[in-house]
């Protein structure tokens, strides 16, 4: 079975251990009552997460255009799942974009600039505003909660290609 570019592997498994790192992070900082030392560097570690994902999103998704994926072997899987699959990869793609782009720009509204590893800033596209502060926290924690949902659904599909349904599906991805 034809597997998928080393590039593109070692894209999806950093960007994935990327994103784990930040919704971790995010969760844990989110949870640290006031505005302590700690909260402060997590939330600057949390943005500079997002940066890089939102970098190596771009640069995957410029790897993807022009590599086309492997095929599956024809009779593989019914058409119906081969749909959902398709559909599933556009959605975390859609995300990669979404979630670190909302969160810069609630970062924007709450009139905090996002200086990236602490030396390069990232251009201010918006004035502070106070009204669409809470509109772009609960856009960037819902986005974060449904690639949640995706995710696990992306790796509960690998897992039954792996271990119900033996037909090599995974391997195509892992190093």
Sequence with gaps: M??????????????????????????TMTDI?????T???????????GVTVLGLAALRLLWRLTHRAPALPAGLMPAWQIKAA???????YILMFAIPLSGYFYSLSAGVPVVY???LPLPVLIDPNPELKPVLKAVHYWL???????VILHVAAA?????????GVLKRMLP
């Design 2 to 27: 034809e597997k998928y570019t080393k590039t593109a592997v070692a894209l999806h498994w950093l960007i994935a251990l990327l994103i784990v790192a930040a919704f971790a992070l995010g969760m």
């Design 33 to 37: 009552p006031g505005l302590t030392p």
């Design 39 to 49: 909260k402060l560097k997590y939330f600057s570690w949390h943005k500079w997460l």
């Design 86 to 92: 398709e559909a599933l990869h556009g959605l975390l």
């Design 117 to 119: 590893l602490g030396v």
């Design 144 to 150: 974060n909660m449904g690639l949640l949902a995706a």
């Design 159 to 167: 897992l039954k290609h792996q271990f119900i349904d033996r037909d």
